[in-house]
């Protein structure tokens, strides 16, 4: 079984520019989340979409945005890009949504640097 | 408020030696435990997870975890290290109810001397 994809795994933005990342869960998983791992902060949790709906938000400004589609592949965006984005952003996919009890399958990210 | 705390922001241990790695956790219920393992350039594994019943879990690698209620301690051991397993660790609650999610502790660096 294939694991969780992301693309790109690596990339270089300037201020202000927005970026799409994208996640291919588990195939039969229709939950993903997203989270931004930074040195100083660790995990902090973006959102949660479950059947293309979103079913839970982190405290992130509305610049982060997300989307699931009907094969249950998300996509983040991150719009008027800050120095303070650079980070790795990590999909995880489960196959049931509600975040508590689910064991989550971690892609290897994207590495995002804003320059 | 929840929150989840490994004291030992990093650890050195020799090859061979046993390990343990803290996490403490505030959380008005029983929580649902999980750690997790990251590796250099890569993504999370699930190491084990503890939901009910015995409070002590086995999981891949050699690693087992002991829930302790009366400390809010989940901490993580493994008798005899191996130089693979220098990593990045994390330990995480699961909070139930409405607002359903993962709350994530700092993580512990790992690393381990020949």
């Known amino acids: 079984k294939a694991g969780v994809t992301q693309t790109p795994r690596y990339l270089i933005k300037t201020r202000g520019q927005q970026v799409t990342l994208s996640c291919s869960p588990i195939?039969?998983?229709?939950?993903v989340s997203w989270y931004q791992q930074t040195p100083g902060q660790g995990l902090q949790f973006l959102f949660e979409y479950f059947s293309e709906t979103q079913r839970n938000k982190g405290n992130f400004p509305g610049r982060f945005s997300g989307r699931q589609f009907s094969n249950s592949r998300s996509e983040m965006n991150v719009s008027t890009l800050e120095l303070g984005d650079s980070a790795l952003y990590l999909c995880?996919?489960?196959?049931?949504?509600?975040?508590?009890?689910?064991?989550?399958?971690f892609g290897a990210g994207s590495r995002l640097t804003v320059l | 408020a929840q929150s989840v705390t490994q004291p030992d922001i990093h650890i050195t241990v020799s090859e061979g030696a046993s390990l343990e790695l803290r996490c403490n956790y505030s959380?008005?219920?029983?929580?649902?435990l999980f750690w997790y393992v990251q590796s250099p350039g890569q993504g999370l594994q699930l190491l084990l997870k503890?939901?009910?019943?015995d409070t002590l879990v086995q999981g891949i690698k050699g690693f087992e975890a002991e829930f302790k209620r009366s400390q809010s301690s989940f901490n993580l051991r493994k008798p005899s290290v191996h130089w693979s397993d220098a990593a990045e660790y994390f330990c995480?609650?699961?909070?139930?109810?409405?607002?359903?999610?993962?709350?994530w502790g700092l993580g512990t660096s790992l690393a381990v001397n020949p």
């Open positions: 195939s039969g998983h229709r939950s």
């Open positions: 995480a609650v699961g909070v139930a109810g409405n607002n359903r999610k993962l709350i």
């Open positions: 995880a996919s489960s196959d049931r949504g509600g975040g508590g009890a689910n064991v989550l399958t």
């Open positions: 503890y939901f009910s019943g």
């Open positions: 959380y008005g219920a029983t929580p649902y």
